[in-house]
């Protein structure tokens, strides 16, 4: 006798999902499912239809117990409590978390589950009150800061990039929400004109429908997706084959248009990694900016641009996050199955960025609690907190006089991981921020050799004992490592600290390429005495 197969709606498929893993799928997740290839679909649009086999098939080798699979290879000490993976996405990149892209931030909720006052099985006590004072040493973004305010508490960054400070103290800062939208209104309106006249959007417009003629011929959705993934495709083959043969097109339209692309000698990062249109356009921007005459009004509009550029880089979509050679040509995208193309307009993503903000920023207002948060630009192993806040926020300076601070929660750079300016180079580019790389801890450039190793160490123990002399009686000090080189033994040992538990949890949702079992240790210090 013949199985009868088991139908449902895009609608059913996401109640039943949520049914069967306990947890919310939206019809947005199936629709992601079918759009890439993890699920089979029927029928078309409003008429689509999935097997039943299909969901259960993707949701038990995705759930075979990741919990289980993950301990297997990383330790039965793995605190699952800690990987949130009862979270969307949109939980952990909540209101002002997503202003902007930084790569190596830890999400919102580590944060806020140490520095709040609930208790649980592994977390024992409270460690933070209401208006105690926790210290970033290596503040990044600004996550600890965001989170602080979020749960009444104040708090001091350090970073020794100005412009992840920069990132960091715009999220905080009040806005005169009105004055932004207008402000944002008036450069728009003279930036579509400028567009116009640049015929960008003639260009692109005419671009993006050739491709998608090209696209739904060649790259059917969810089918070319759905029969890599079933081996019945070879990607990279017919991948290259396609994209050679649009290439004819793409440069007719582009010398039809006129349009210049990237410079065969660049001497600056703006040179190498944007079309011509791109960065005539990125000038003009950042000059209506120099005119506003608020001056929180002027940052925020600044960061708005950083998000904006980063966005239209001359790379592939896949070499977004780590650059790797400009791109300045039509090509195959394995992440978005399909023909794509450069950026030769910002419009889009000005728009699109300058709306996401002024969101963000309002959701943002309704949780923010009456206390002080600043990020200081400086070396921690060396700066005098008291003195440098007291010329940035006096009213913050003096809380800090009467009170010190409670504790430090921070996760410091990876060994020989990232470089932290060159990550966002553009914004330093266009922005004429002051690098200083050269005082970066661990940075990628110096390598993980034992030269690096031993410099990282003292590095972050140099931190914590200069940081030491603010912190009062019966501190705590949080770290989130991922300490494969056993360092954080010694490091604590040099500060004159000891470690008191350690608090190990999986990183289930990570930007960079490898997605296979990860961890990152939260390790806790207290003082020798």
């Known amino acids: 006798m013949e199985e009868t197969i088991e139908y449902l709606t895009v609608k059913k498929a996401s109640l039943w999902a949520t049914d069967y893993i306990g947890k919310e799928v939206t019809t947005s997740n199936i629709s992601y499912l079918i759009q890439y290839g993890r699920i ?32 297997e290879k990383l330790g039965k000490d793995l605190n699952w409590r800690l990987s949130f993976d009862n979270l969307k996405e949109s939980d952990t990149t909540k209101h002002i978390h997503r202003l902007h892209p930084y790569k190596g931030k830890f999400i919102p909720q580590l944060v806020e589950y140490f520095l709040d006052n609930h208790t649980d099985t592994f977390k024992t006590e409270k460690y933070f009150n209401k208006n105690d004072i926790v210290l970033d040493p290596f503040c990044g973004s600004g996550t600890t800061l965001a989170q602080a305010n979020e749960l009444g508490l104040h708090a001091i960054g350090i970073d020794v990039s100005s412009f992840n400070a920069f990132i960091s103290n715009c999220k905080i800062t009040e806005y005169d929400i009105k004055n932004l939208e207008e402000q944002i209104n008036q450069i728009t309106i003279k930036l579509y004109a400028k567009v ?11 671009l993006a429908e050739k491709l998608k003629q090209f696209n739904d011929k060649y790259f059917s959705v969810p089918e070319f997706k759905y029969k890599i993934r079933q081996n019945l495709i070879d990607e990279n083959k ?14 007719k339209l582009i010398a039809d248009y006129k349009i210049a692309l990237l410079k065969k000698n660049p001497k600056t990062f703006l040179e190498k990694w944007y079309v011509k249109n791109i960065q005539n356009e990125l000038d003009f921007v950042f000059d209506e900016i120099k005119t506003v005459k608020d001056a929180n009004i002027k940052k925020i509009l600044a960061l708005i641009l950083s998000r904006t550029m980063r966005s239209c880089r001359a790379t592939t979509h896949s070499d977004l996050a780590t650059l790797v ?3 300045s040509t ?54 005098n907190i008291a003195s440098e806040l007291s010329k940035k926020q006096k009213d913050f300076a003096q809380v800090l006089q009467k009170q010190k601070i409670s504790g430090i929660f921070s996760s410091p750079p990876y060994v020989g991981l990232i470089d932290y300016h060159e990550q966002h180079a553009y914004a330093y580019d266009l922005f004429g921020f002051e690098r200083k790389d050269e005082l970066e801890i661990g940075p990628l450039f110096k390598g993980q050799g034992k030269d690096a190793l031993k410099s990282y160490v003292e590095g972050i123990s140099n931190v ?24 954080y033994p010694e490091i604590a040992k040099k500060a004159g600290m000891k470690i008191v538990n350690q608090f190990k949890r999986p990183v289930l949702n990570r930007t960079e390429k490898d997605k296979g079992a990860y961890s990152e240790i939260i390790f806790s210090f207290k003082g020798e005495g």
Request: charged share 30%.
């Open 196 to 206: 116009k006249l640049l015929k960008s959007i003639d260009f692109e417009n005419t």
């Open 238 to 251: 017919y991948g290259a084959e396609k994209e050679k043969r649009f290439l004819p097109i793409y440069k």
């Open 40 to 71: 089979a679909k029927v029928g078309h649009n409003g008429s689509t239809q999935i097997p039943k086999s299909e969901l259960v098939k993707y949701y038990c080798s995705l759930n075979k117990s990741r919990e289980t699979a993950w301990k």
């Open 325 to 327: 050679k400009p791109k």
């Open 464 to 487: 914590l004992n200069n940081c030491k002399k603010y912190l009062k009686d019966g501190y705590n000090v949080f770290l989130v490592a991922n300490d494969k080189y056993n360092l």
């Open 330 to 383: 039509t090509y195959y995208c394995s992440k978005h199955g399909k023909i794509c193309k450069p950026i030769f307009s910002i419009m889009k993503w000005w728009r699109s960025y300058s709306k996401d903000t002024v969101k963000r920023l309002k959701d943002f207002e309704k949780l923010k609690t009456n206390t002080h948060q600043y990020c200081l630009t400086g070396d921690s192993r060396t700066i």
